[in-house]
């Protein structure tokens, strides 16, 4: 089955205390991406990866970092977790291009206390 | 800075009737345009399409972009409270890869 896959789905932490969400796909995508949701403001995009070691910054970069060493995964990193870095995650991927559909993993709830 | 906006509602209309969805853009170079349904608590998914101007239709559901008015709708005729969800629009238009801008969504209720 075509799928992206984020682990964990939920997930409380306390600041400071680094942590990573993977995020897999099976569909031989070129292009994934990860956004984070919020109330009111809808799906902002966080970093944007075009292949293999190729990644680059979307609107909301700043604490997060993310790695492409192999085309199937997209790990987010959080080196240093502070409240208002609860939300609700997403990792999407497509075959690129401007006329391809992105599908989308299950999301991750991630809360910082 | 792109920004794609709409109502975020609610937008409540009864079984049966049709349901009007809008969306602005501001990125004159935009190219491809897209709705999203989510659930609440879900990932979103794709229900329309539409690059060029005018309408497309699938099943129940018309998508309208009007490109010189940077304007794209999703019309849902014959609405079902299975209908009733959060529509995100989202915009295209980033010859780079730069995936999708979102919209911060309409939630539509469709009451029986």
């Known amino acids: 089955e075509a799928q992206v896959t984020q682990n964990p789905r939920y997930l409380i932490t306390v600041t400071g205390k680094k942590l990573t969400v993977t995020c897999s796909q099976n569909m031989n995508h070129e292009y994934m991406s990860w956004y984070r949701q919020d109330p009111g403001l809808g799906l902002r995009q966080i970093y944007y990866s075009m292949n293999v070691e190729v990644t680059d910054k979307g609107d909301v970069p700043e604490g997060y970092k993310v790695s492409r060493k192999e085309k199937r995964n997209f790990p987010l990193i959080l080196e240093s977790p502070s409240p208002n870095q609860t939300s609700l995650y997403f990792c999407?991927?497509?075959?690129?291009?401007?006329?391809?559909?992105?599908?989308f993993g299950q999301g991750t709830r991630l809360t910082v206390v | 800075q792109k920004e794609v906006e709409q109502n975020s509602g609610p937008l409540s209309v009864p079984e049966g009737a049709i349901a009007s969805l809008n969306c602005t853009y501001s990125?004159?170079?935009?190219?491809?345009f897209f709705w999203y349904r989510q659930y609440s608590g879900k990932s979103p998914e794709l229900i329309m399409s539409?690059?060029?101007?005018g309408d497309k239709e699938d099943g129940r559901f018309t998508a309208q972009l009007n490109k010189a008015s940077q304007y794209v709708s999703l019309l849902i005729r014959d609405s079902q409270p299975s209908d009733s969800a959060t529509y995100l629009c989202a915009v295209n238009g980033d010859n780079a890869g730069n995936m999708l801008t979102f919209g911060g969504g309409t939630r539509l209720m469709v009451k029986p």
């Open positions: 990125d004159r170079g935009s190219q491809s």
């Open positions: 999407a991927s497509s075959f690129g291009g401007l006329n391809t559909e992105a599908f």
């Open positions: 539409i690059y060029s101007n």
